[in-house]
């Protein structure tokens, strides 16, 4: 059945912001505790309902159920809802206390890490909720017409609820004491990045190629082309790629994004470019819809965030204020995997066509080469004098450049190697421990060596 206009504007602006919006909601500390609250909301009807009715004589309540006269339930309730009250005020302390100390240690952008753990919302909303439902049949206690009215089936999930809450604490408590150590934030980072790496290696839909190849369309609108510019200055946070090829189609244009989530853009700068240039201003219209910006960074289509992420707890772990080697080493070990990945199968320029094969929106990302640089300079930069970091830093080049499928991508690895040979060279006083380096860098260049001759052959072509 087709939808009439506005409610097929509606269903396209709701699937613009969904993806970015289950993000918001995952770092929100309000949206979980709101839920349970209304499901307690809902759960007080319910049993309230029930107890009407046994009150009534419809129903006849089971044997287990606590019964009691309205004075004792209205005791138990309220010393179950000031303790619970209690208890939440101590979670949200704890919360606060590991707010704190990952801004102190890990840096101001790990407290969005922490904010979007499902355990800490699910622990304080189950305790809000509790409480909030403690209240409810609290109230309804009350005269009826056949003598107090007492909601003993209620007040029993009550107490069912409140042994619940003693084991949502103590997994709150062992869940807390995980979260804030350093190689479990370490490497839920690198998760996310993993899954950001996957989610943009997801191969996109379309029919088989038509039309204009890419890179004929870009010299094309190099030529002539409208302008999309920005209409607010912010990080741009997220893109609906699926809405704007939607767009593209309809207008039968192109379009090219000149920026990626991540990226500062000023406003009134140049956003995109659309051929033919007629279709510029409803593109305009749609594209400003279809992406957001803000004031901070996100990892939804941004793995430079991570890799960035991972390299600033890096830094500050061999900042002179901290000094912890040791994490250090476990940020390179993990910024390593993730690069291995994106050596697997990244590509920094990614196409879109459309059902008939045509393309329709040509999109950027950052280079295998740039993110390989951001992995590594600010850790050799901030690692002089301090040979275990170096050898872990040329260890985990070459594991990068074991599994990397092209010769090209040797290059930039190389590159970083030497610098970080040039540095314990102006860095390292202590012979045996230059040594060591030196050691770790003629192995990545013997492997550098073996595995170009391997692709390329003894006459430096391409293998087969």
Same mark, same amino acid.
């Given at each position: 059945?087709?939808?009439?206009?506005?409610?097929?504007?509606?269903?396209?602006?709701?699937?613009? /912001?969904?993806?970015?919006?289950?993000?918001?909601?995952?770092?929100?500390?309000?949206?979980?505790?709101?839920?349970?609250?209304?499901?307690?909301?809902?759960?007080?009807?319910?049993?309230?309902?029930?107890?009407?009715?046994?009150?009534?004589?419809?129903?006849?309540?089971?044997?287990?159920?606590?019964?009691?006269?309205?004075?004792?339930?209205?005791?138990?309730?309220?010393?179950?809802?000031?303790?619970?009250?209690?208890?939440?005020?101590?979670?949200?302390?704890?919360?606060?206390?590991?707010?704190?100390?990952?801004?102190?240690?890990?840096?101001?952008?790990?407290?969005?890490?922490?904010?979007?753990?499902?355990?800490?919302?699910?622990?304080?909303?189950?305790?809000?909720?509790?409480?909030?439902?403690?209240?409810?049949?609290?109230?309804?206690?009350?005269?009826?017409?056949?003598?107090?009215?007492?909601?003993?089936?209620?007040?029993?999930?009550?107490?069912?609820?409140?042994?619940?809450?003693?084991?949502? $604490?103590?997994?709150?408590? =062992?869940?807390?004491?995980?979260?804030?150590?350093?190689?479990?934030?370490?490497?839920?980072?690198?998760?996310?990045?993993?899954?950001?790496?996957?989610?943009?290696?997801?191969?996109?839909?379309?029919?088989?190629?038509?039309?204009?190849?890419?890179?004929?369309?870009?010299?094309?609108?190099?030529?002539?082309?409208?302008?999309?510019?920005?209409?607010?200055?912010?990080?741009?946070?997220?893109?609906?790629?699926?809405?704007?090829?939607?767009?593209?189609?309809?207008?039968?244009?192109?379009?090219?994004?000149?920026? !990626?989530?991540?990226?500062?853009?000023?406003?009134? !700068?140049?956003?995109?470019?659309?051929?033919?240039?007629?279709?510029?201003?409803?593109?305009?219209?749609?594209?400003?819809?279809?992406?957001?910006?803000?004031?901070?960074?996100?990892?939804?289509?941004?793995?430079?965030?991570?890799?960035?992420?991972?390299?600033?707890?890096?830094?500050?772990?061999?900042?002179?204020?901290?000094?912890?080697?040791?994490?250090?080493?476990?940020?390179?070990?993990?910024?390593?995997?993730?690069? /291995?990945?994106?050596? $697997?199968?990244? =590509?920094?320029?990614?196409?879109?066509?459309?059902?008939?094969?045509?393309?329709?929106?040509?999109?950027?990302?950052?280079?295998?080469?740039?993110?390989?640089?951001?992995?590594?300079?600010?850790?050799?930069?901030?690692?002089?004098?301090?040979?275990?970091?170096?050898?872990?830093?040329?260890?985990?080049?070459?594991?990068?450049?074991?599994?990397?499928?092209?010769?090209?991508?040797?290059?930039?690895?190389?590159?970083?190697?030497?610098?970080?040979?040039?540095?314990?060279?102006?860095?390292?006083?202590?012979?045996?421990? $230059?040594?060591?380096?030196?050691?770790?860098?003629?192995?990545?260049?013997?492997?550098?060596?073996? $595995?170009?001759?391997?692709?390329?052959?003894?006459?430096?072509?391409?293998?087969?």
């Amino acid at each position: 059945m087709a939808l009439a206009p506005g409610q097929g504007a509606a269903m396209r602006q709701l699937d613009l /912001r969904s993806g970015w919006r289950r993000e918001a909601l995952r770092t929100s500390l309000w949206w979980v505790p709101t839920l349970e609250v209304i499901s307690a909301g809902l759960l007080f009807w319910a049993g309230n309902a029930l107890d009407r009715a046994a009150y009534r004589g419809e129903i006849t309540l089971p044997t287990w159920v606590i019964s009691g006269t309205a004075d004792a339930s209205r005791q138990i309730l309220t010393a179950l809802a000031a303790a619970l009250i209690t208890v939440v005020g101590v979670v949200f302390s704890v919360i606060l206390v590991a707010l704190t100390l990952a801004g102190n240690q890990l840096g101001p952008r790990m407290l969005r890490n922490f904010m979007r753990d499902r355990g800490t919302q699910w622990t304080l909303g189950t305790f809000v909720a509790t409480f909030t439902y403690a209240i409810l049949v609290l109230i309804s206690i009350g005269p009826g017409e056949r003598g107090d009215f007492v909601p003993h089936a209620s007040i029993s999930l009550v107490l069912a609820l409140a042994l619940l809450d003693v084991l949502v $604490l103590i997994y709150f408590i =062992h869940h807390i004491a995980i979260q804030i150590q350093l190689p479990y934030v370490i490497a839920s980072i690198a998760a996310d990045v993993a899954k950001a790496i996957a989610e943009e290696n997801t191969p996109q839909p379309g029919g088989p190629q038509a039309g204009p190849a890419p890179q004929e369309l870009l010299r094309a609108m190099a030529a002539d082309h409208g302008v999309v510019t920005s209409s607010e200055s912010g990080y741009l946070q997220y893109v609906s790629h699926r809405t704007l090829m939607r767009i593209a189609t309809e207008a039968d244009a192109v379009i090219h994004l000149l920026y !990626r989530p991540g990226h500062f853009v000023v406003a009134g !700068r140049t956003l995109a470019t659309v051929t033919p240039p007629r279709a510029a201003p409803q593109v305009a219209e749609a594209l400003r819809r279809a992406h957001l910006s803000g004031p901070y960074r996100s990892i939804t289509q941004d793995i430079s965030f991570g890799i960035d992420q991972l390299v600033e707890i890096a830094t500050r772990a061999l900042s002179a204020a901290i000094n912890d080697t040791f994490t250090a080493l476990t940020c390179i070990d993990w910024i390593g995997d993730c690069l /291995r990945q994106v050596a $697997l199968s990244w =590509h920094p320029q990614v196409v879109h066509r459309d059902k008939d094969g045509y393309v329709r929106l040509i999109r950027t990302q950052a280079t295998y080469d740039r993110l390989v640089q951001r992995g590594f300079e600010k850790v050799r930069q901030s690692s002089l004098g301090m040979p275990s970091v170096m050898i872990r830093e040329l260890q985990a080049l070459a594991d990068i450049m074991a599994q990397a499928p092209r010769p090209e991508q040797y290059a930039v690895l190389r590159q970083q190697a030497d610098m970080i040979r040039r540095a314990a060279e102006q860095s390292i006083t202590e012979p045996g421990d $230059l040594a060591d380096v030196l050691n770790r860098y003629d192995a990545l260049v013997e492997l550098h060596e073996r $595995l170009l001759r391997e692709k390329l052959g003894p006459h430096g072509k391409q293998g087969s």
